[in-house]
């Protein structure tokens, strides 16, 4: 497993080492002391959750609010994504600014997403199966959403705006101008 900072060093494209042969290939999909060792500090995964979804499909963006905040790793086991971070922490550098990244399962790849960012994707192919490995459990009531289609944000999902699902909650999300961070830069999540 190799591991690269992006544009915003705390996000971390992980890329799998295959190895193959007349069988098929095998690859390590986590390996939790290179991946802390990486990072430079622990990050105990609690639980994996799969979703399922159509073609033009967007879930997000989304975190929690600071005391329930999840750390995610994002994996996609069928199909293809836009997965899609944003700096939600508060006196960031890099405050308000998206990264994006599309992961497949041809490729394995995988995206790092710390505490402190806003998180979703979109659906690029027929269908899609993603795995999201969360180091906290899920807390209801405690969920922050911005809206996909916020102007400030101007995210490019790469999905025809008349091919986009969205889940009626997503609907009434916020802008991001609207919507006040519980996160703060430099303050230690972990």
Known sequence: MTYKRLEIPELVLCEPTFHEDNRGFVFESFKKKSFDDFLGFKVDFSQDNISYSKYGVVRGLHTNTYEFAQSKLISVLK???LDVAVDFRVGSPSFGKVV???LNSEENKQLFIPRGFL???SVLSEDALVMIKIDRYFASGESIGIR???KDLSIDWKIDEKFVILSEADKKLSNFKDIKSPFVYGENYY
């Open 119 to 121: 998180h979703g994707f």
């Open 100 to 102: 994006s990244v599309e």
């Open 79 to 81: 199909g293809k994504i």
């Open 148 to 150: 996909y289609d916020d």
